[in-house]
């Protein structure tokens, strides 16, 4: 059928409209997962993976711009398409704002109309992850310069281009907080810090340190956030639903050697599974630390060495993987001088201290 094994979840605190729309959908072919409002919805999307989630906007408990939110602070990819009998712009343009696909007005006497939309958010996710991989790969050398030269000689807009990548300060995943800080001085951050949540329902969290120090690092870091989306669902769906980091990394060094900018990078990235409560550790270069934290006391995860990425052909990675006890948390670190942030539990996003140096760190907590 025409939306066959698609599974999206309704969002709708109106039974009778919910029921007739979840009827339409399973008719189509669909998979259908139902809620009644946004944090009964926010719930259902931890638990399980959707390929697109269709939702009401005014609803009790939590709306649909508040659950747009939150699946938006979890780095979801996941289209989203919302419904409305209010019309008013600000709710289109909030909805817009926070990566809502389409915005449908009820009430919506064809229900096709809703097929049609989620056709177009599907076409337009495909779309823009293989334009974003075409135009990274047809990317010449020369032009690829240009883009760096702009960020070069725009001090703002390379630092605009990076602010606006970082998540906040603290992550509410299912099972699971993600909490960061990360000193940055006037400029460009040579450090990037981002999580997100996969396809499997597993997280991948990661630490990153760009060379050279320069604006080159606004650019590195939008290339880096891309390519570890797709380097999550390209291995997912080669490796039946398990995600090694190592794997990734060997992913991650292919697409910046490509990239040929002349950017390489030290890396530590994490791999989590909420359901065995299981970290795979894996890294490249060797700047930067990683820890098993209980309370006040912080065991270091002894890592093997490893060659920066960007440099050269990339592979034989060695990683780590171990089970977080009750009461331990995983940390990484950029030095050793965060230490006396991490056990205050100082936890603030980006924070710009001109006088302090650069760098960074992330607490990943088991709920």
């Not at 995983?330 to 140096?357: A, H, I, K, M, W």
């Amino acid at each position: 059928m025409a939306l066959d094994e698609l599974k999206i979840l309704l969002v709708e605190d109106d039974p009778v409209f919910r029921t007739i729309v979840a009827s339409f959908l399973r008719g189509r072919g669909a998979l259908v997962t139902e809620a009644g409002d946004g944090e009964v919805a926010l719930a259902a999307f931890f638990a399980e993976s959707f390929d697109v989630v269709l939702s009401d906007i005014t609803m009790p408990n939590m709306d649909g711009l508040a659950l747009l939110s939150e699946l938006a602070r979890a780095g979801s990819y996941v289209p989203a398409i919302v419904m409305s009998a209010n019309q008013q712009m600000s709710n289109v343009t909030d909805a817009l704002r926070l990566g809502a696909a389409d915005y449908l007005v009820k009430p919506i006497s064809d229900l096709y109309q809703i097929e049609h939309a989620i056709y177009e958010s599907l076409r337009s996710t495909h779309f823009n992850e293989s334009n974003i991989q075409r135009d990274v790969d047809d990317l010449s050398y020369l032009e690829l310069n240009e883009h760096l030269s702009l960020l070069e000689h725009n001090a703002n807009a390379a630092k605009s281009v990076q602010q606006q990548l970082f998540p906040s300060s603290s992550v509410n995943y299912k099972q699971a907080t993600f909490e960061y800080t990360l000193f940055s001085g006037q400029d460009v951050s040579p450090y990037f810090i981002d999580s997100e949540r996969l396809a499997n329902g597993h997280l991948s969290m990661y630490l990153a340190h760009f060379y050279p120090e320069d604006h080159r690092a606004a650019f590195g870091s939008v290339l880096l956030r891309s390519f570890m989306h797709q380097s999550s669902h390209e291995l997912l769906k080669e490796n039946g639903g398990h995600l090694e980091p190592c794997k990734m990394l060997e992913y991650l060094n292919q697409r910046l050697m490509q990239a040929n900018m002349g950017i390489y990078a030290d890396i530590l990235l994490i791999t989590y599974v909420p359901e065995s409560r299981t970290v795979h550790i894996a890294q490249a270069g060797s700047g930067l630390r990683c820890y098993i934290r209980q309370q006040n006391d912080f065991t270091p995860v002894m890592l093997p060495p490893a060659i920066q990425l960007g440099l050269v052909e990339w592979g034989a990675c060695q990683g780590h993987t171990r089970m977080l006890q009750e009461h331990e948390k995983l940390c990484v670190v950029s030095s050793n001088q965060y230490r006396t942030q991490l056990s205050e539990n100082q936890f603030s996003g980006v924070d710009y201290q001109p006088n302090l140096p650069v760098g960074g760190y992330f607490q990943l907590s088991a709920d």
